[in-house]
Every structure is written in structure tokens, then in C-alpha cells.
């Protein structure tokens, strides 16, 4: 009878939990459905590797070695237990059930023992990174959800040694340690209370445990655990392709009213798992050079703050509720958005942009891609971000003045600072002993030199440019530049949101490419080789494309050029985004210096893929840096830490972002800022 | 043939000003025997009979009508429009001044005449005057005349000579009718140097790195001072926090064209040019003589700028003391 | 609230002057709003989004304008008007009379406009189409506040600072520190292409054959000996400052 009434109880909790579990799932993949579709390309198999090698090989998660081991614990001891599970369930029922594995089970039972230890382990040493080491990137939101997942996962594992110690004692067995160090020692130290109180406790514990189980399982979709549910497909489905490459936005529909996303709705169904496939880690925020450096953008933060807004919302317009049962998680501080239940009606919802998430926020990214590196479940901060400036830039016309007089810049002159356009080959005038032809002044060229504009008007990056030719003519390279035919890339004016006057500028380059019949091009920025190469092809290119360490490193293997004077320097290297993170070319940089006589590399804290940026990209070298320390000059401090004789970078505008850093901190004389190019112009002739 | 010449003299903080004597002086050559005539609104104007008189002027209006105690361009339209008839002006001159810039168009508009403005030469060609003048901001100049009734023309201040030509001056008092004004000056507030807005500014004295501290901007403020303009700096002075970010003036500060800009300590960044290369005249003071703000700089002086700033501040001084 | 700005096409600021038969050369030149009155039309869209209005914008110029007006419509205003005219010979006179012709009994309440042109550098007409209208002006205004029929203005007097009481209608120049233009939207081209821009032919106005006649010609357009480069001063320090001061007196005249 006892044995009946505990059945039905536990089928009673069970399926309230059940139908909990599924209720919530169910709501918040509605909410997703609320997006626009996505297309994706097939491609099964590589998204069957990366959820491989993401999500059972936690990749990501070992950027942080301990956090990383910790996670790797709990995800595969969860596995594990979840079988065991299943044993303790019946065990309630069926007095002293063991699955039926014969003399073998001994050895499930030991696995079951070390995973559950390893379990609390794991959740004992998470609790202590998180409120006794304090670690930064864990502060970031200090709500109760997160210690209840302590506390419950403690709860859970130890409930199962318990379980089974006391059913030791009700069915009055000797504790095997060999197989059952766990719960045996437990028996061990409990056995003088007799079989009758074991088997009170059992039943005790085995309730504890069941209760905890689904009171877990119904805080999972409603908290940050709910990646545990959505992490998987949201790496499935992510966007395939070259990293950070943007969504084109077809101009012909005439339908279109909106461009960019301007309500959360707006997004596509794949971009609206990022937020559910959050875990909070923070380990974004804790690479981004916009948090690192005191401004509002927490790419964290971000994303929560878009989910919370997305279950909100999603709960009025599906009139379902999202927090269950209600009076729990509804009413308490655990849940941001209890306010939604009063509030069902969308017209009081508070606005995406403005409201959620504001503008300052949006543009304070420099899109480099540290926080996507970082994000162990996938997610794709900056492609929002940009989804979001759309909206302002071209649906609002709402932006910074800065952006404003870029922009009108760009139009009218094709350069950022509005200069003649007339006067874009002007740089050639102090190159009177080297041969720069321009496009229509030779017959053939193999290479077409895009000098950008960075490298045209500007003083200190001319000498990049006149550095590079002088490479170019020592290698015997065929080579030719547009001169005033040359326009602007259109890639700072994308990355700032404005799409249109990119599609405009890519479409004007393209049929001047095909025109002049360019097979080859070759850029000193690499932001404007990375649109060239992975982002023009759809608007039709069909050109090599190379930045010019490639070239140089491929010149000096092919002994066209030999760097032989003595360089004497200790160069702190930089890794700018869009060569690293964007492309993945780290080594190349670093083999062109060490081939360099007398050149030491020194390797800053944050390098390669952990690279900070120098704060230019995404538009911000435009755009004021009002908020907190200037991002430039923290990263020249991390350099200088290395005690460099200079410091060397591949992109105009890092070396802009270095060298006015090096004078925020008055050591412009005691660390110079160089170009690879010159640096390698200096071994070759000085 | 003679014509008779209308000068429309303007005083300002207390003082005629220059541009008044420079178009009495221009009245002499173009009369061509015809006879010159002053006037002069405001209350107190006849105080300046006697500097009037030294210039050539045979007479000199005023009005001691309550309507134009305080400048309004309507009223002083009014009186202007029916003065031109009384002394059967065919010439008419005033400086191209804020109120110049005001009143001569509405006049011109109002007596169906036309208008040359902001001239800075004028010379006769075969019996026709003939005015120069600016356009596209000075990067050109056209040579304009009338082809039809009255000659008005506003002249640039500070570009004609002036020639002392005493003369007896007659005081004439006239009563100008004016009605129907629907507008008030409700203050009118004197910037002290250290308030002239940075985009308005005809004279701009900025700081970069160079003056090394907030207090090494003091000199530039004295100088700004007796110059009338506003002080600016460079995105490096206000990241080193010399200055507050409102006065950066650059690709991402404020855009500027003043008439002059003198740019002390500033190196001359790309950033930096993009926000003031379009001002008319452009001097540099820096140390290093590499420095590429000399390559846009019209004049350039290689040198401290705590030394030479204020030896700029004592002599402008001097200077414009004794003009 | 009706509201109208007065509006010209210009060169960009940063283009080169060249000369072709004695006139200044229209080819191969970005031409934009003329920025003065950029903030002229930015200041009629903040008192649309304010108070509500009905903003129109005219323009005297060859087809070649249409692209100013339509930039203007993108930013917010809701018609165009635009004056066809070709020749060159006009002066100020003649195109205030023909603006004056076409918005006269119209009932606007505002005008706004540049406080002048960055290519003629006149800055005549706007003043005198007030004059010709009989309404009172409010030339380079830094601030613009209306509250029902009164307008405060604060305007620029050589640096110093003017506040003006006004009631409606007047007409007001734009000077800079006014605003900051916004940049047109996309749905705001897109609306921008459908907005009407009424077309009349100069010589269609009725204006009498007086108000026709120019009273002013251009002789000639010519570009000033070619600047300079730079002059570093050398010598001893106090010769050196000056000699500054001189040039900038008595040469450059900037002072």
C-alpha cells in the first residue's frame, strides 16, 4: 500500500513537472519562432562536427583552463547520472532494485559513485570560483538564480550518496567501499541506527533527491541553465561561412520598411537561440575592450538584456506565460521578468533600441570579435550589434554627428575626412624614386595595389604605403594602383550600419575591378581585405585577394626579397582583428619578424586570438571615445609591460591607435610604432 | 560726372569704426566731384561730428528718433530707404558688418536696387565703378558693376586704405518716419573672450600636447583674448586633460573655419587638420620644425610656444592699440 | 504651422575652383546643400517634429538642383518647390523678386534660410525676400525657440550674443552652431522620391519687366594667384612675432 501511494505520489510530481518542463521549452521555442525565418544552407556535416567538437569537446570552454575542466565534469558526469537515475527511481518501488547486470554491477555502481563525487566536486569548486575566488567575469550578474544552481546541484549529488548509503542500511547489506566508496563509507558511519531509521531516511533522502531533480528541471528554461537545452542547437544552426561575415540586405524589395532590427521580432529565428543558449559566463564582457575599459557595452549583458526582452515580449504577444509555477518564480527577485505577467499588452512593451539596449552601447563596439571568439555556446554578439546600428543608421537616420559627417564624407569625397578626391594620388608625389604606376599608365599588371584611404591621406600611414611599393619594386612585382580612380572599400561604413552606402561603394568597385580586369589584389588594411575577399564575392568578385604580410612572407620564401640588415629591436606584436580573429592569420606576421636579423618578438599577454583591439575598428576611430579609459591606450600599456623597443603592427589603423597611445603615455620617443612593412623595408635597404 | 555719396558710419563699443573711414575714404575717389555725405544712427550720434569731419564728409545725418537708439535692421532700413531719397544718394556705402549684412540687403530690396556686397576693392573703369570681391570662400573673386540704377555696395572691413581729409562738416538732423516694428531686442550679451563659441569664431587660438599642462593653456587664453577669439585644442591636449572635450576641434570635434587659426603645440595629425584646414589663414607655432601642421600652415614660427605666445599676446597688444 | 526654407545647391565645400571661358567650371563638381542652409532645412525638421508643420523647400537653379531638393525631402520636409532657371545672369535682385512672386500669399508663417551662400558669399537674398514680404528678420540665429505665436531667437553679432522677440511670421538666416543636420533615412528617400517637387519656369512668374532686369552684371570671374606655400619665418625670436603680426595686418588682413 505504502509502496502504491509513493508510486502515484511520484507519478503526481513527476508529471506536474513534466508538463512544467515541457510548457516552458515549448513557450520559449515560440518566442524563437517569433523571428524571422533563416535560411539555412545544408552543410549538415560541418554542423554536426563543430556541435561535436563544441559541444561534447567543450572547445571553447578551455579558453579558461579551470573553469573549462570544471564544465567538462558536470557535463559528462550529468550523462552518467541520468542512467543512474533511472536505477534510484525504481529503487523506490521495487525494494534494493539493481539494473540487471550481474556480477558487473558492481561496476556501474562504482561509476555511479565517482560521478556523482566528481559532480559535487565540480559544483563545491564552481561555488568557490564564483563567491570565494570572486572571479571577475562571474560578478557580472549576482542574482539568486545562480547560487541556486550551487545549492540545488549540491543538493542532487549528495542526496544520491545518501540515498543509497541509507538503503545500505535498510536492507541492512555491508558496504562494499571497493565499488561503493561513497555511499558505503556513509552506511559505515551511519550503521548503528538500525534498519528501521535507514529505511525512514531512504525514503527521505529519495524524496529529497526527486524533488530537487524536478524542481532543477523546471528551473532550467527559465534561468541561464537553460543553455543546457538550447546551447547544442544554437551551434548546429550557427551562421556558416567566414567569421563575422554580415547578412546582406536585398535593397530592391520595395516592401521592406525596416531595415536593420529595430524590434527584437526582428531577428532571425537562428539569432534569437543565442540568447536562450546563454550561460552567463561572461566571459565575453571580460574580453571586451569597450567593458575592459569602463564603457556601458557589456556583450553579456547585451544578450541577457535581449533575452529577457525577448521572453517578455514574446510572453504578451503568445499570451503564454514564460515563469512557472507562477507564484514562485513569477512573484520572486529571482526572475527580471515578472513584470510581464501585468503587463500583456506589446504597446507597453519598452523599445529595443532605447530602452533595453542603448545607444551608447551600440556604439561603443569595435567589432572585433573577442566576445564571439570567447563564447562557448556560440553566440554571435556582433552581427546584432550591426543588426541594431542598421536600424538606426538607415531606418532612423539617428547617430552619432560623427557617423553623420563620415558618412556625407564618404559620399561626397570617398575618404573619411572629406579631403578632394582629386587629391587621393597626392601621396605619390613623395615617391619620386620608386615606380607607382597607376592602372592606366601600364599595360598589364599582375597585382592591383589598393592603397585605401588611410594610406593615401594620411601622413604616417603614406609610409607604409611608400614602404610596401619599395618592397614591391626590390621583389620586381607587377604591380598598379587606381590613383584618383580609387574610391572607399565601403567596410567602416558597414560595420557602422550603413549598408546601403556600402552596397553602393562594393557594386562601384566591382564593375571597376571587372573593367580593368583585376585577377589580384593586395591591401596594407585589413579591413578592407577581409570585405574584399569573403564579402564582396556575393555582390559578384571573383579576385585573389591578399593582405600584404601574405605577400611579403610568400616573396622572402620565394627569395624574391631578403631581409638581411640587422634590425635591433624588441617588437611587441599586435594582432589587429581583422587580420587575426577575422582571418586567422597569426603565424605569417610573426615568421616575416623572426626572419628578420636582430628582431626579437615579444608576445603580449593578449595575443592571437585573445588579441585586444586598438579600438579603431567598427567605425570607432570616427567616432568620439567619451566613456571610460581610452581603449588604444590600454592596450599600448599591455605592450609596454614587455618593455618593447617598438611596437609593430599590420594595419594603419593600429598603428595610428599605438603610436597616439604611446604619446598618451610620453614614451613616443623610447617606443616606436611600425608597420611590418617597414620593418621590413628597414632589413632590406637601410 | 559727380555723384553724390552716402556713407552709412557705424560706431561700435563707443568707437567709430575702421570700416567707416575706409568707405568715407572710398567716397572721396568715387564722388568724383559730387558731394559726400555721412550718417550715422544711435542716440549721441552727433558726438562724432568732429571724427567724421577729418575723413572729408560734408555733412553728417543723425536722428534722434527713439526707434534707433537700439539697432533693429527695420528701423534702420526705414531711415536708411527714405535718407537715400532726401539726399538723392547715387552711391551708397557701408561696411559689410553684422548690421551691414542686414540693413543693405533690405534696403536694396526695399528701393528696388541692387547690391554688391562684401567687396574688397573698388576701382573705376572707363567712368563705371567696378567692385571685386570674393566667392567660394575666396578660393575665387568676380569683378562686379551695376548695369541699373543706384550704386550699393557693403565693403569688407579692413581691406581699403584710409585717408585723412578734413573737412567742415555740416550737422544735419532728420526725422525718418518708421512704423511697424514687430520685433524686440531683448538683450544683447558682450562674450567675453573666453565665451566666443569655437564654430563661430573668427579667430581661433588652439593648444595641442604641446602645452603640456591645463595651466599651459593660460597664455592661449590671453591671447585669445586680445584677439577676440575663441581658444580650441587638439584631440591630444583633451585626452592628456589639459582642456574639456567641447573645445577639440577635429574629425571628431567640432569642424572650424575662422579666419585665422593659429595652432600652437599641435603637431598636425590628419584627425586633427580635417576639423580647421579650411580656415583662411593658418599659422603654426612648434618646436619641432617636422612637425606636418607646418605643411598646411600659411605662416610658421619654430619655436616654444611659452615663449613665443606671449611675445604674440605684448605685440598684438601694441598693435592693435595704436590702429 | 507652414514653414519654408530657402535653399541653394553649391559646390562641396572641399572642391577645387577651376575656370573655364572665364566662368567658374560646373564640371565634374559634387555639388550639395548649401551648409547654411543645411541647417536652415534641420531646423524646420525639429520644429516639425515639435510643433507640427508643413515644411516646404524652394530653390532658384538649373535641373541640376532637383538632387539638393530631393536631399531635403529625405531629410523630412514635405515639398518642393523649385524655380527654374538657367542663366547665370541673375542677381540677387532679380531671383528675390521671383521667390518673392512665388510664395507670396502663400501663408507661411517661417522662413528659413542660410546666412549665406558658400559660393557667392552674398547673402542678400533671403534678407531681401523678408523685405519684399514686409515681414521682419532674424539674421544668424544660434537658437530658435516658438512657443504658440512668439518666437525667441538668439543670433550671432560678431561674436556677440543677440536675443530677439518676434512674433510669427518672420524669417530667420542660419548660422552655424544652430544644429547638427541629420542624415537622411533610407525610408526617407525611399518617401522622398514619391514627395512632390512643383517645377515653374522662371519666365512663368508674373513679375513685371522691371522686377526682371538685373541690376547688377558679373565682367569677370578669375582665381587669385595660386596660394602660397606656407612661409616659416626665420630671424631672431621678438623679429620673428613681429613680422607675424605685420603679415597677418597688413598682408594676410585677418586682423
Known amino acids: 500500500m505504502l509502496v502504491f501511494i509513493n508510486f502515484i505520489a511520484f507519478l503526481t510530481v513527476m508529471g506536474y513537472a513534466v508538463y512544467l518542463f515541457t510548457n516552458l521549452v515549448y513557450s520559449r521555442i515560440l518566442f524563437i519562432k517569433l523571428g524571422k525565418k533563416s535560411n539555412l544552407k545544408e552543410d549538415t556535416w560541418k554542423r554536426v562536427q563543430e556541435v561535436l567538437i563544441n559541444v561534447f569537446g567543450q572547445r571553447k570552454l578551455f579558453k579558461d583552463k579551470k573553469s573549462g575542466l570544471m564544465h567538462l565534469v558536470l557535463f559528462y558526469t550529468f550523462f552518467i547520472i541520468q542512467v543512474g537515475l533511472i536505477e534510484l527511481i525504481i529503487k523506490g518501488f521495487i525494494k534494493g532494485f539493481e539494473f540487471p547486470l550481474g556480477d558487473e554491477h558492481k561496476y556501474f555502481s562504482l561509476l555511479q559513485e565517482w560521478a556523482t563525487f566528481l559532480m559535487l566536486l565540480a559544483v563545491v569548486y564552481g561555488f568557490y570560483r564564483r563567491y570565494g575566488e570572486k572571479v571577475k567575469r562571474l560578478q557580472l550578474k549576482r542574482d539568486g538564480k545562480a547560487a541556486f544552481v550551487y545549492i540545488a546541484l549540491g543538493i542532487l549529488t549528495s542526496s544520491i550518496l545518501l540515498t543509497l548509503g541509507f538503503e545500505k542500511i535498510?536492507?541492512?547489506?555491508?558496504?562494499?567501499?571497493?565499488?561503493?566508496?561513497?555511499?558505503?563509507?556513509?552506511?559505515?558511519?551511519?550503521?548503528?541506527?538500525?534498519?528501521?531509521?535507514?529505511?525512514?531516511?531512504?525514503?527521505?533522502?529519495?524524496?529529497?533527491?526527486?524533488?530537487?531533480?524536478?524542481?532543477?528541471?523546471?528551473?532550467?528554461?527559465?534561468?541561464?541553465?537553460?543553455?543546457?537545452?538550447?546551447?547544442?542547437?544554437?551551434?548546429?544552426?550557427?551562421?556558416?561561412?567566414?567569421?563575422?561575415?554580415?547578412?546582406?540586405?536585398?535593397?530592391?524589395?520595395?516592401?521592406?520598411?525596416?531595415?536593420?532590427?529595430?524590434?527584437?521580432?526582428?531577428?532571425?529565428?537562428?539569432?534569437?537561440?543565442?540568447?536562450?543558449?546563454?550561460?552567463?559566463?561572461?566571459?565575453?564582457?571580460?574580453?571586451?575592450?569597450?567593458?575592459?575599459?569602463?564603457?556601458?557595452?557589456?556583450?553579456?549583458?547585451?544578450?541577457?538584456?535581449?533575452?529577457?526582452?525577448?521572453?517578455?515580449?514574446?510572453?504578451?504577444?503568445?499570451?503564454?506565460?514564460?515563469?512557472?509555477?507562477?507564484?514562485?518564480?513569477?512573484?520572486?527577485?529571482?526572475?527580471?521578468?515578472?513584470?510581464?505577467?501585468?503587463?500583456?499588452?506589446?504597446?507597453?512593451?519598452?523599445?529595443?533600441?532605447?530602452?533595453?539596449?542603448?545607444?551608447?552601447?551600440?556604439?561603443?563596439?569595435?567589432?572585433?570579435?573577442?566576445?564571439?571568439?570567447?563564447?562557448?555556446?556560440?553566440?554571435?554578439?556582433?552581427?546584432?550589434?550591426?543588426?541594431?546600428?542598421?536600424?538606426?543608421v538607415m531606418t532612423e537616420g539617428s547617430m552619432p554627428h560623427e557617423a553623420t559627417r563620415y558618412f556625407q564624407n564618404i559620399e561626397r569625397q570617398s575618404n573619411p575626412w572629406g579631403i578632394n578626391r582629386k587629391e587621393r594620388i597626392k601621396w605619390r608625389e613623395e615617391c619620386d624614386d620608386l615606380v607607382v604606376p597607376t592602372v592606366n599608365e601600364v599595360e598589364e599588371f599582375d597585382y592591383l595595389f589598393w592603397v585605401g584611404s588611410m594610406g593615401s591621406f594620411d601622413k604616417r600611414s603614406q609610409k607604409i604605403v611608400q614602404s610596401f611599393v619599395k618592397i614591391m619594386n626590390a621583389a620586381g612585382i607587377r604591380f598598379a594602383v587606381l590613383g584618383n580612380e580609387e574610391r572607399n572599400s565601403g567596410d567602416t561604413a558597414r560595420r557602422m550600419g550603413n549598408e546601403f552606402l556600402f552596397q553602393q561603394l562594393c557594386q562601384e568597385n566591382i564593375v571597376n575591378f571587372q573593367a580593368l580586369g583585376v585577377k589580384k589584389i593586395v591591401t596594407i588594411d585589413p579591413h578592407a581585405y577581409n570585405t574584399f575577399k569573403h564579402e564582396y564575392s556575393e555582390f559578384g568578385l571573383e579576385a585573389e585577394v591578399y593582405h600584404h604580410t601574405e605577400l611579403i612572407w610568400k616573396w622572402i620564401q620565394e627569395g624574391r626579397i631578403r631581409p638581411k640588415k640587422e634590425v635591433k629591436e624588441s617588437i611587441a606584436y599586435h594582432d589587429s582583428c581583422y587580420l587575426g580573429r577575422y582571418n586567422n592569420i597569426f603565424d605569417i606576421p610573426r615568421k616575416i619578424l623572426t626572419s628578420i636579423p636582430g628582431v626579437k618578438i615579444l608576445e603580449i599577454e593578449r595575443n592571437k586570438e585573445d588579441a585586444m583591439c586598438c579600438g579603431a575598428g567598427g567605425g570607432m576611430m570616427w567616432i568620439e571615445e567619451t566613456q571610460g579609459k581610452r581603449i588604444n591606450v590600454e592596450r599600448v600599456e599591455q605592450a609596454l609591460q614587455l618593455s618593447p623597443t617598438m611596437i609593430g603592427s599590420n594595419c594603419p589603423y593600429c598603428l595610428t591607435m599605438m603610436s597616439d597611445g604611446t604619446k598618451a603615455k610620453e614614451v613616443e620617443e623610447q617606443v616606436k610604432t611600425m608597420d611590418i612593412a617597414e620593418i621590413v623595408e628597414k632589413s632590406l635597404f637601410h | 560726372m559727380s555723384k553724390n555719396v552716402l556713407v552709412v558710419a557705424e560706431t561700435k563699443n563707443g568707437k567709430l569704426r575702421n570700416v567707416s573711414f575706409e568707405a568715407l575714404t572710398i567716397a572721396q575717389s568715387v564722388a568724383d566731384g559730387g558731394e559726400v555725405a555721412a550718417v550715422l544712427f544711435g542716440s549721441g550720434a552727433a558726438a562724432y561730428l568732429e571724427e567724421i569731419s577729418r575723413y572729408g564728409a560734408a555733412r553728417l545725418y543723425v536722428s534722434d528718433h527713439e526707434a534707433l537708439s537700439t539697432y533693429t535692421a527695420e528701423a534702420y532700413t526705414q531711415a536708411l530707404a527714405s535718407l537715400i531719397q532726401e539726399v538723392q544718394a547715387d552711391i551708397i556705402l557701408m561696411g559689410n558688418t553684422a548690421i551691414g549684412k542686414e540693413v543693405a540687403p533690405r534696403v536694396a530690396a526695399r528701393m528696388g536696387m541692387g547690391l554688391i556686397s562684401d567687396c574688397t576693392s573698388v576701382e573705376t573703369n572707363e567712368g563705371n565703378l567696378v567692385f571685386t570681391r570674393p566667392i567660394y570662400a575666396g578660393k575665387a573673386f568676380e569683378k562686379k558693376t551695376f548695369c541699373k540704377g543706384k550704386e550699393f555696395a557693403t565693403l569688407r572691413p579692413n581691406n581699403f586704405e584710409k585717408v585723412i581729409k578734413p573737412a567742415q562738416t555740416e550737422l544735419v538732423?532728420?526725422?525718418?518716419?518708421?512704423?511697424?516694428?514687430?520685433?524686440?531686442?531683448?538683450?544683447?550679451?558682450?562674450?567675453?573672450?573666453?565665451?566666443?563659441?569655437?564654430?563661430?569664431?573668427?579667430?581661433?587660438?588652439?593648444?595641442?600636447?604641446?602645452?603640456?599642462?591645463?595651466?599651459?593653456?593660460?597664455?592661449?587664453?590671453?591671447?585669445?583674448?586680445?584677439?577676440?577669439?575663441?581658444?580650441?585644442?587638439?584631440?591630444?591636449?583633451?585626452?592628456?586633460?589639459?582642456?574639456?572635450?567641447?573645445?577639440?576641434?577635429?574629425?571628431?570635434?567640432?569642424?572650424?573655419?575662422?579666419?585665422?587659426?593659429?595652432?600652437?603645440?599641435?603637431?598636425?595629425?590628419?584627425?586633427?587638420?580635417?576639423?580647421?584646414?579650411?580656415?583662411?589663414?593658418?599659422?603654426?607655432?612648434?618646436?619641432?620644425?617636422?612637425?606636418?601642421?607646418?605643411?598646411?600652415?600659411?605662416?610658421?614660427?619654430?619655436?616654444?610656444?611659452?615663449?613665443?605666445?606671449?611675445?604674440?599676446?605684448?605685440?598684438?597688444?601694441?598693435?592693435?592699440?595704436?590702429? | 504651422m507652414k514653414i519654408l526654407v530657402l535653399l541653394k545647391q553649391t559646390f562641396d565645400t572641399e572642391e577645387k575652383i577651376s575656370l573655364q571661358n572665364g566662368k567658374i567650371n560646373e564640371q565634374g563638381v559634387e555639388f550639395i546643400i548649401n551648409p547654411y542652409d543645411e541647417y536652415a532645412v534641420e531646423e524646420a525638421m525639429k520644429l516639425k517634429e515639435e510643433l507640427g508643420a508643413e515644411v516646404t523647400i524652394l530653390t532658384v537653379g538649373p535641373s541640376r538642383t532637383e538632387s539638393a531638393l530631393r536631399t531635403a525631402l529625405a531629410m523630412g520636409a514635405d515639398k518642393a518647390l523649385m524655380i527654374e532657371y538657367n542663366g547665370s545672369e541673375a542677381d540677387e535682385y532679380v531671383i528675390s523678386n521671383l521667390i518673392a512672386a512665388a510664395i507670396r500669399n502663400q501663408g507661411f508663417d517661417l522662413i528659413l534660410g542660410g546666412y549665406m551662400a558658400v559660393d557667392s558669399g552674398a547673402g542678400q537674398i533671403a534678407i531681401r525676400v523678408a523685405e519684399i514680404l514686409g515681414i521682419p528678420q532674424i539674421a544668424a540665429i544660434t537658437k530658435l525657440s516658438i512657443v504658440g505665436r512668439n518666437a525667441t531667437a538668439e543670433r550671432d553679432v560678431e561674436g556677440d550674443l543677440e536675443t530677439i522677440e518676434v512674433e510669427l511670421p518672420f524669417l530667420a538666416t542660419a548660422q552655424q552652431g544652430l544644429n547638427e543636420p541629420r542624415y537622411p533615412s533610407l525610408p526617407g528617400i525611399m518617401k522622398a522620391k514619391k514627395k512632390p517637387i512643383e517645377k515653374v519656369l522662371a519666365d512663368e512668374l508674373e513679375i513685371s519687366n522691371e522686377e526682371r532686369s538685373v541690376r547688377t552684371e558679373i565682367l569677370d570671374q578669375y582665381l587669385p594667384p595660386k596660394k602660397q606655400a606656407g612661409q616659416i619665418l626665420t630671424g631672431e625670436m621678438d623679429h620673428q612675432v613681429s613680422e607675424l603680426v605685420q603679415l597677418l595686418r597688413t598682408k594676410a588682413k585677418v586682423i
Open chain 2, 173 to 323: 538732423s532728420f526725422q525718418p518716419e518708421i512704423q511697424d516694428l514687430r520685433k524686440i531686442v531683448k538683450e544683447i550679451v558682450k562674450k567675453t573672450a573666453g565665451g566666443v563659441d569655437l564654430s563661430e569664431a573668427k579667430i581661433i587660438v588652439s593648444g595641442g600636447r604641446g602645452v603640456k599642462s591645463a595651466e599651459g593653456f593660460q597664455p592661449l587664453r590671453e591671447l585669445a583674448e586680445v584677439l577676440g577669439g575663441a581658444v580650441g585644442a587638439s584631440r591630444g591636449a583633451c585626452d592628456a586633460e589639459y582642456c574639456d572635450y567641447s573645445l577639440q576641434i577635429g574629425q571628431t570635434g567640432k569642424v572650424v573655419t575662422p579666419d585665422l587659426y593659429i595652432a600652437c603645440g599641435i603637431s598636425g595629425a590628419i584627425q586633427h587638420l580635417a576639423g580647421m584646414s579650411s580656415s583662411k589663414i593658418i599659422v603654426a607655432i612648434n618646436k619641432d620644425p617636422e612637425a606636418p601642421i607646418f605643411q598646411v600652415a600659411d605662416y610658421g614660427i619654430v619655436g616654444d610656444l611659452f615663449e613665443v605666445v606671449p611675445m604674440l599676446t605684448k605685440e598684438f597688444k601694441k598693435a592693435l592699440v595704436t590702429s
Open chain 1, 170 to 392: 535498510m536492507l541492512e547489506h555491508e558496504p562494499n567501499l571497493a565499488y561503493a566508496p561513497f555511499s558505503g563509507a556513509i552506511a559505515l558511519l551511519f550503521s548503528s541506527i538500525g534498519s528501521t531509521a535507514g529505511t525512514v531516511l531512504f525514503y527521505i533522502f529519495w524524496w529529497v533527491h526527486m524533488i530537487t531533480v524536478f524542481s532543477f528541471m523546471v528551473f532550467v528554461p527559465q534561468s541561464k541553465q537553460a543553455h543546457e537545452l538550447f546551447a547544442m542547437f544554437n551551434i548546429f544552426f550557427k551562421k556558416s561561412g567566414p567569421v563575422g561575415k554580415l547578412r546582406k540586405i536585398d535593397f530592391e524589395d520595395e516592401e521592406v520598411e525596416e531595415y536593420g532590427v529595430g524590434k527584437i521580432e526582428s531577428f532571425t529565428q537562428r539569432q534569437l537561440i543565442d540568447f536562450y543558449a546563454c550561460a552567463e559566463c561572461g566571459r565575453c564582457t571580460n574580453m571586451c575592450p569597450a567593458s575592459v575599459t569602463g564603457k556601458t557595452l557589456s556583450p553579456m549583458q547585451l544578450i541577457v538584456k535581449m533575452r529577457d526582452h525577448l521572453t517578455e515580449k514574446g510572453a504578451a504577444i503568445t499570451s503564454r506565460s514564460p515563469w512557472m509555477p507562477s507564484p514562485i518564480i513569477g512573484s520572486s527577485a529571482l526572475s527580471p521578468g515578472a513584470a510581464a505577467q501585468e503587463t500583456a499588452s506589446t504597446l507597453e512593451m519598452p523599445n529595443l533600441i532605447g530602452d533595453v539596449i542603448t545607444e551608447e552601447e551600440l556604439w561603443a563596439c569595435t567589432t572585433c570579435r573577442n566576445c564571439e571568439d570567447q563564447c562557448p555556446v556560440g553566440n554571435e554578439h556582433v552581427d546584432k550589434i550591426i543588426d541594431l546600428r542598421r536600424y538606426l
